[in-house]
Nanobody, 121 residues
Framework: QVQLVESGGGLVQPGGSLRLSCTAS????????MGWYRQAPGKQRELVAV???????TYADSVKGRFTISEDNAKNTVYLQMNTLKAEDTAVYYC???????????????WGKGTLVTVSS
């Protein structure tokens, strides 16, 4: 019903930058919010940043001041600009959309397959 495709991951040196993109497609009536989560090896998935449609953003303390989430509502796309990357930012980054497929359906979470970000020299 709703598909999310992430892109932009890769290998970057400490202190470098990457920009992730995620586009939602399929049967979408409305999107409540979109966000980025990450999962490092051996750890639980954690929130990185969330942006409600027309609302204020939320960031994990570990990325405040370094990461910026933004959206293009017309394209159902969310971005994550990551600056001053650290080794501990290494993880698979997942995009999530909280959306309705029809006017009467309940809000549901949809996830992308993830994109790997590796920060290493």
């Amino acid at each position: 019903q709703v598909q999310l495709v992430e892109s932009g991951g890769g290998l970057v040196q400490p202190g470098g930058s990457l920009r992730l993109s995620c586009t939602a497609s399929g049967i979408i009536f409305s999107i409540n919010h979109m966000g980025w989560y990450r999962q490092a090896p051996g750890k639980q998935r954690e929130l990185v940043a969330v942006i409600p449609t027309g609302g204020s953003t939320t960031y994990a303390d570990s990325v405040k001041g370094r990461f910026t989430i933004s959206e293009d509502n017309a394209k159902n796309t969310v971005y994550l600009q990551m600056n001053t990357l650290k080794a501990e930012d290494t993880a698979v980054y997942y995009c999530k959309a909280n959306a309705r497929t029809t006017a009467w359906s309940r809000l549901m979470d949809y996830w992308g397959k993830g994109t790997l970000v590796t920060v290493s020299s």
